[in-house]
């Protein structure tokens, strides 16, 4: 069996009394539902979440312009995500291409 140990850590009075009536209505005791919840966190943490009125966009590159990529994000403090709002919201604002023969791929990021 694993060793125990206990944690204690105060909370708010109102996130209290939510807890304990969910761990009550599951049927499990303090240390069964805490035990479920905190290892539940941490398998969601990094997954993203998806909220009703987002969108995924999704593409396939190279390995090594993927590579330069993520050594660009590394090298500058950037989340992949967030690069790619920003790109996208710098497109869409800005003037619609006046040559016929500019398109997708123009590098307009």
């Known amino acids: 069996m694993d060793a125990i140990k206990n944690l204690c850590a105060p909370i708010p009075a109102e996130l209290h009394t939510q807890l304990r009536q969910r761990q009550e209505a ?3 005791t ?4 805490m035990t479920w919840l905190i ?5 969601e943490e990094g ?3 998806m909220k009703g009125n987002q969108r995924t966009v999704a593409f396939q590159v190279s390995e090594e ?7 660009y994000l590394k090298k500058n403090g950037i989340k992949q995500n967030a690069f790619f709002r920003d790109c996208i919201q710098k497109a869409l604002v800005a ?8 398109g997708e791929e123009d590098g307009t990021c």
């Open 47 to 49: 997954k993203p979440i």
């Open 39 to 43: 290892t539940k966190f941490y398998e």
């Open 65 to 71: 312009l993927f590579e330069r990529f993520k050594d």
């Open 26 to 28: 599951s049927g499990q």
């Open 95 to 102: 003037e619609a291409p006046t040559d016929a023969s500019a």
């Open 30 to 33: 303090l240390g069964q539902y």
